[in-house]
């Protein structure tokens, strides 16, 4: 029996650390997704605060239109009590400090500017919950303001058929006018007042997120992931 040549074989081993660099070089998307989508969180909440403090400074301007406009005295108790309450003021205030804390935390991260910021995006949310609640009450008395007004026109003393017709066309002119005026004030600072809620809500829910987390920045991500 004649034995068969056996061929001459050469194994290659490769060495475990090679294979792990192999393997490292290869790109991971999730980490590329998430800082993708940390960016456009950053531009977002940006946005979110340019017009929280667009929000605030038209609902202050209107608020001072308010206090330097003249009504009939029908619709003063309406004027008055939104005025006294001092919201048109006070809820701007909050309005523009948490757009500026918010735009300022995403220049620089840090841990006080966003402790800073979700303080004043609760500021925000309590004094806009607090507005909507009396802009909806003195719209509701608008109603009853103007009838009143229309009533009342009865009741001005007149010297003769031309005067009595004179006073009255001007009288409910100007309960159409004053009425009409102040429905339109009061929507604007009520879209603008719910505008702000949601937004002051929806920026607090992600400050609480990275003022609790020992990285900020991927706090925010794990929500929305």
């Given amino acids: 029996m004649t034995s068969q040549p056996v061929p001459n074989e050469t194994i290659i081993v490769l060495p475990s650390n090679v294979i792990n660099f192999s393997q490292a070089e290869k790109p991971e998307p999730t980490n590329q997704g998430q800082d993708s989508l940390k960016k456009h969180l950053h531009a977002e909440i940006k946005v979110i605060g340019t017009i929280q403090i667009l929000c605030g400074m038209m609902v202050l301007s209107l608020g001072i239109i308010l206090a330097s406009a003249s009504f009939s005295p029908n619709f003063t108790q309406v004027t008055s009590t939104l005025l006294n309450s001092a919201y048109p003021f006070i809820g701007p205030f909050f309005f ?10 995403e220049k620089r991260l840090t841990k006080l500017l966003v402790h800073s ?23 509701a008395t608008l109603n009853p303001a103007s009838l009143q007004c229309e009533l009342d026109k009865n009741n001005i003393p007149t010297r003769s058929y031309v005067s009595y017709f004179y006073h009255d066309s001007l009288y409910t002119t100007d309960c ?22 949601c937004l002051a809500v929806l920026t607090a829910v992600l400050r609480w997120k990275q003022a609790y987390s020992d990285f900020p920045g991927v706090s925010v991500l794990a929500g929305f992931t």
């Fill in 96 to 105: 523009i400090i948490s757009g500026s804390l918010s735009i300022s935390t």
């Fill in 117 to 139: 910021s979700l303080v004043g995006s609760i500021l925000s949310a309590l004094s806009a919950l607090v507005g909507f609640i009396i802009l909806s009450v003195k719209q």
């Fill in 176 to 197: 159409y006018t004053a009425k009409a005026s102040l429905a339109g004030t009061l929507s604007l600072m009520l879209i603008c007042t719910l505008l702000e809620f």
